[in-house]
Nanobody, 125 residues
Framework: QVQLAESGGGSVQTGTSLKLSCLISGLTLTNYHLAWFRQAPGKEREFVAASKRPGANTYYGQSVEGRFIISRDNYKKMVFLQMNNLRPEDTAVYYC??????????????????WGRGTQVTVSS
């Protein structure tokens, strides 16, 4: 059974850092692109960052480029999102996902087959 479980969310102030973790079971991670998406109330799910299988290349959304870092540990079956210099507009539920789609679709949420339940990140000014 495939399970993805996010952790590490919380309420923080502007300018601080937070690290999200996602523990994945039931998948061989080297076969999957792994990504973080986020969804704020009333908005569509937004691409945040992705790690191309098996883990050498990373991709970022424009709004987080230079502030967030995605990493993965295929042996520990985890993917991480280090979030620095957080802003109120980063407030959202953050989801990790796993995909075997083509690299050209790595930013498209509909191409991710497996998802976690999300972890809330709230950034106050």
């Amino acid at each position: 059974q495939v399970q993805l479980a996010e952790s590490g969310g919380g309420s923080v102030q502007t300018g601080t850092s937070l690290k999200l973790s996602c523990l994945i079971s039931g998948l061989t991670l080297t076969n999957y692109h792994l990504a973080w998406f986020r969804q704020a109330p009333g908005k569509e799910r937004e691409f945040v960052a992705a790690s191309k299988r098996p883990g050498a290349n990373t991709y970022y959304g424009q709004s987080v480029e230079g502030r967030f870092i995605i990493s993965r540990d295929n042996y520990k079956k985890m993917v991480f999102l280090q979030m620095n210099n957080l802003r109120p507009e980063d407030t959202a539920v953050y989801y990790c996902g796993a995909s075997q789609a083509a690299l050209s679709a790595i930013r498209q949420s509909e191409m991710y087959r497996y998802w976690g339940r999300g972890t809330q990140v709230t950034v106050s000014s």
